[in-house]
C-alpha cells in the first residue's frame, strides 16, 4: 500500500453473472503519477476503468478517490475527474467549439476555457466546422479537449492515442505529462508499451481480472531483458552466451580476448515476449 495513494483499489471483483471480469485486483496509484494500464483483449482494464467513472459498481472490494468511496461518495467525486472513452459520442452536426460549450455548460466552464483545450489540443482552427467532417483523429483530440474543460485532478483515458498521427499523438502525450506535472493523476489504458515506456511513471499488466505485472517501465525492462548474448565466431560458427552462469561469461571473455568474434549482440527487451509470457498468453 502506498502512503500517497490518491487512487486505492482494494480486492476489487466485478462479475458479470457468474464470470468475475475482475477477480481481486489491489492498486494503488500515486496523487500526480502517469500510470499505464496494459493487458490482452479481456483482461478487465475496461471493466476497472468502468468502476472508477462509476459505471459499474463493484460486487466485492473497495475503490477511493482522494480517500472518498466511489459509491457511497459518489456526488463528491464526479466533479473531480474526466473520463476519455474509447468510443466518441459527440454530436455530428454540432461544431467542434459548440460540443464542448454543451458539456462546459453542466460544468460552469467559462466560454474562454473552450477556446483555451480547443487551442491546447491542436483543434482551433477546426473549432467552428461540424464535426461530421472531422477525422478520427480530431474526434479523439476533442474527447481529450472536453475531459479537460473543467480541469479535472484525476483523468482517465481509454485508449488516448488509437487512430492519431505522430504528431497528434505526441499533442496528447506533452498535454498528458504536463497535468500531471500540475499535480493531476492519470491512469491511461494503451496496447502500446512504446507509449507507456516514453509517458508512464509506472505500468500495471492485467491478465484475466488479475495484475500480472506493476512497476516502472524501466524496472519491467531490466527485470525481463533477456542477459544473453549472440555471437558469430570468425569461422561462421554461432553462440549464444548467458550472461547469468560464470561459464558464458568466461567464454564470451575467452572468444573476445583470442579476437575471434565477428559480431556481437546483446538482446533487446521484447516487450511483445514479456507480455505474452506475463499474461500467459506464449505459445510453448
Ligand atoms: N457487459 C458485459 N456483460 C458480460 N460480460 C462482459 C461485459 N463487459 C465485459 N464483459 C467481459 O468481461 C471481460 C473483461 O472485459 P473488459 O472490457 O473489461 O476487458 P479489456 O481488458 O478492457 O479488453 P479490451 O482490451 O478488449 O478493451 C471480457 O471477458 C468481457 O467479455
Redesign the pocket.
Known amino acids: 500500500m502506498l502512503s500517497d495513494a490518491m487512487i486505492r483499489i482494494a480486492g476489487l471483483r ?1 462479475l ?2 457468474a ?1 468475475a ?2 477477480d481481486g485486483l489491489d492498486l494503488d496509484i500515486r496523487r500526480g503519477e502517469l500510470f499505464g494500464l496494459l ?12 468502476v472508477l467513472i462509476g459505471q459499474r459498481q463493484p460486487s466485492g472490494g473497495s475503490v477511493t478517490i482522494g480517500g472518498r468511496d466511489v459509491v457511497r461518495e459518489w456526488a463528491r467525486i464526479k466533479p473531480i475527474f474526466g473520463y476519455v472513452p ?1 468510443r466518441e459520442n459527440h454530436f455530428e452536426e454540432f461544431t467542434g467549439r459548440r460540443n464542448l460549450e454543451f458539456f462546459g455548460q453542466l460544468y460552469n466552464v467559462p466560454k474562454l476555457r473552450v477556446t483555451q483545450v480547443l487551442k491546447m489540443v491542436e483543434l482551433d482552427e477546426a473549432a467552428d466546422l461540424q464535426v461530421r467532417g472531422y477525422s478520427l483523429g480530431m474526434r479523439k483530440k476533442l474527447l481529450l479537449a472536453r475531459a479537460l474543460l473543467h480541469e479535472p485532478q484525476v483523468l482517465y483515458l ?2 488516448p492515442t488509437a487512430n492519431l498521427d505522430i504528431h497528434s499523438a505526441e499533442v496528447v502525450h506533452r498535454i498528458l505529462r504536463e497535468r500531471v506535472k500540475m499535480g493531476a493523476t492519470i491512469i491511461l ?1 494503451t ?1 502500446d508499451m512504446d507509449e507507456v515506456e516514453k509517458i508512464c511513471d509506472r505500468v500495471g499488466i ?1 491478465a484475466r ?1 488479475k495484475l500480472v505485472a506493476l512497476d516502472s517501465p524501466l524496472a519491467l525492462k531490466q527485470q525481463h531483458t533477456e542477459r544473453k548474448v549472440d555471437v558469430i565466431r570468425d569461422d561462421g560458427a554461432r553462440f549464444v552466451f548467458d550472461m547469468d552462469t560464470p561459464a558464458g561469461r568466461t567464454d564470451l571473455a575467452a572468444l573476445i580476448t583470442a579476437g575471434r568474434a565477428l559480431s556481437i549482440r546483446t538482446r533487446e527487451f521484447d516487450f511483445h515476449a514479456t507480455f505474452l509470457k506475463l499474461t500467459g498468453l506464449a505459445f510453448d
Open positions: 466485478v458479470y453473472g464470470f471480469a475482475v493487458g490482452p483483449n479481456g483482461a478487465g482494464k475496461s471493466t476497472t476503468i468502468r474509447d481509454d485508449e489504458t496496447h492485467m481480472g
